[in-house]
C-alpha cells in the first residue's frame, strides 16, 4: 500500500523541510540556491511528486509526497487551488474507472489521503485565500491545517492562534479531518492546527548538551521532536502509525461517495 | 519639524510591533484580539496615521508613523500599492501647492521621509508584490527594506536572505535608500535589508539574568537590541539619530524633482 501526502501552502513556508523532516531524510533537497534565485516566481502551479520509503516499526511504507509549488505567489491568486483540486478530482475519477480494469493494467492510485495545509504563522487570523482554498478541499480530501514554522510564535501567541484558527474553520463550515478514538470512535481532543517545526535530518546539539534535531538560533535550540517546542511528533504519529489506515479509508469513502452523487447527477 | 515614517507590508508581519518598539511604547496597542478577530479581511487598503512624541537626547521629536493594513492581504492583490503611492503622490502635491500659501494657513507636511517596505522571513526570494510594489515606491520616497520578524532565520539563512534580496533589488533596478557617511558622503557598507524583531517595550529575563526587550520562546529569548540577534540598533539610530536629517532632505528633494518634471510635462 502507498500512502499519500500532499502539503498545500505559500512558498517558503517549509514544506520541503517538512517532509525530510517526516522522513527524517534529505530525500528533497531545498532547490539549490543558485537555481531557484533565478527561478522566476511560477506563474503557474505546478505539481511535484516524489515517492519515498519509510520503515516503520520493521514494515516498508512507501510514501507519496506531493507539493505544490507556485500556489499563492502570484499577485493575482485568483483560484490558485484549481490545478490542486483539479488534480486531486483527476485521481479520485481515475482510480473509479480504473476499478473496472483487470488487475495488471492498473495505473498508480495516487489518491490523496492527507492533504496538510500549511498556514503562515501571523499570529493574526486566516487570509482570504487560506480559507477559499480549504474550503475546496475538505470537500474533496481529508484537510489537516498545520502552523507552518511555529518556531515564530511564543507560547501564548501560539495558544491564541489555535483557538482563532479553529473558531474561523467554524465560522467558514470548513470541516477539516478529525481524528477518532480507534476503539470508541470518539473525537478525539483536537490539537489542530497541528504546529510544526521543520529542520530535515540536521542534527544540532541544545542547552542541556544533546544531540536533537532543530534549527539552531544564537539564543537556544527550537527542538523539531520536543512536544513542548511544537507538535510535530503528534502528527507524525497520526499520519504514520495511529490514523494512517484511517485516512485511507475515509479516503476511499469520499471517493465513491463523490463518484456515486456525480454519477447519479450526470 | 516631524519627521514621517511609513511601514508597509502585508498583515502579521509585524510592523505595528515594529512602531511600538521604536517608540519603546505601547502606543499603537496591537488590535483588540476579539476586534481583529471579527474583522473581515479589509477588503481595502487604508491608510492609519499616528502621530506620536519621541524624546531623543534631551530634545523632543515628533514622529507620524504611517501603516497600510489591507494591504497584499486579498486573494488579488492587482495594483494593492496603488492606495499608498496615490497617498505618496497626495502629500507630495499638497506640500508644494501649500508653499505658495501664507505660513499660518498651511496644513500639516505629512510627506514619507522613510518607507519600511517590510519582507516576508521566507528564506526564498522575494515575491512578485514585493517587487511591484517597491518599485513604485522607490520612485516616489525613500524606502528602506527590513526583514520582518527576523528570529524566524538562523543565521545562515539570514546572510543568504539578505544577499538574494540585495541581488534581486539590484536585477530589478530597484533604488533604495543607502545611507552615506555623513562627512566624505561615500555609501556606508549596505546593511540592507534591516532585520528586525519587535517586542514593543515588553521586558523579559534573558539566559544571563538580564532585562531585556525580546521575544521569550520556551528555547531561549530573541533580543530586540542585541545586535547579534537582529539590525534593530542599526535601523533606529539611522532612522532617529545619524540620517534623519539626510533622509527628510531627500525627500525634499525628490519632492521638487518629481513636481517640476510634472510640471515640465503638462
Ligand atoms: N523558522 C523556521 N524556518 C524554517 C522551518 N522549516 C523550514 N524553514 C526554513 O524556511 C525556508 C524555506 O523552507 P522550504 O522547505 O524550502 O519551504 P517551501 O517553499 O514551503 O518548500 C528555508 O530557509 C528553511 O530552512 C521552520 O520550522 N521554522
Ligand atoms: N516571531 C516574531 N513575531 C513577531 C515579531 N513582531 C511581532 N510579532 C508578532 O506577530 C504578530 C503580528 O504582529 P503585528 O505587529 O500585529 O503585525 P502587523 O499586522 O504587521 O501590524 C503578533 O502576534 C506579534 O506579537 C517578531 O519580531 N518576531
Chains 1, 2 share one sequence.
Not at 511528486?49 to 485568483?78: W, Y
Not at 481532543?189 to 542547552?207: C, F, H, K, M, W
Amino acid at each position: 500500500a502507498t500512502f499519500t501526502i500532499m502539503m498545500v501552502g505559500e512558498s517558503g513556508l517549509g514544506k520541503t523541510t517538512f517532509i525530510n523532516t517526516l522522513l527524517a531524510t534529505n530525500l528533497k533537497p531545498k532547490t539549490d540556491d543558485h537555481l531557484r534565485h533565478q527561478q522566476e516566481a511560477r506563474k503557474t502551479v505546478e505539481i511535484d511528486i516524489i515517492r519515498a520509503e519509510v520503515e516503520e516499526k520493521g514494515f516498508k511504507l512507501r510514501i507519496n509526497a506531493i507539493d505544490a509549488p507556485g500556489f499563492g505567489d502570484n499577485v493575482d491568486n485568483n483560484e490558485a487551488w484549481l490545478p490542486i483540486t483539479n488534480f486531486i478530482d483527476d485521481q479520485n475519477e481515475q482510480y473509479m474507472l480504473q476499478q473496472s480494469q483487470p488487475e495488471r493494467s492498473r495505473t498508480t492510485d495516487m489518491r490523496v489521503h492527507a492533504c496538510l495545509y500549511f498556514l503562515r504563522p501571523t499570529g493574526h487570523q486566516l487570509k482570504p485565500l487560506d480559507i477559499e482554498c480549504m474550503k475546496a478541499l475538505s470537500e474533496r480530501v481529508n484537510v489537516i491545517p498545520v502552523i507552518a514554522k511555529a518556531d515564530t510564535l511564543d507560547k501564548d501567541e501560539l495558544a491564541l492562534f489555535k483557538e482563532r484558527t479553529r473558531e474561523i474553520l467554524d465560522a467558514n463550515n470548513i470541516k477539516v479531518y478529525e481524528p477518532r478514538d480507534l476503539q470508541t470512535g470518539q473525537l478525539l481532543e483536537s490539537q489542530l492546527p497541528y504546529s510544526v517545526i521543520g529542520a530535515g535530518d540536521r542534527e544540532v546539539t541544545n542547552a542541556l548538551g544533546e544531540k536533537v534535531r532543530g534549527r539552531q538560533y544564537l539564543w537556544g535550540v527550537a527542538e523539531v521532536e520536543n512536544e513542548n517546542h511544537c507538535d510535530f511528533k503528534k502528527l507524525r504519529n497520526l499520519l504514520i502509525r495511529t490514523h494512517m489506515l484511517d485516512l485511507i479509508e475515509s479516503t476511499h469513502e469520499k471517493c465513491y461517495r463523490k463518484f456515486y452523487t456525480d454519477f447519479k447527477a450526470s
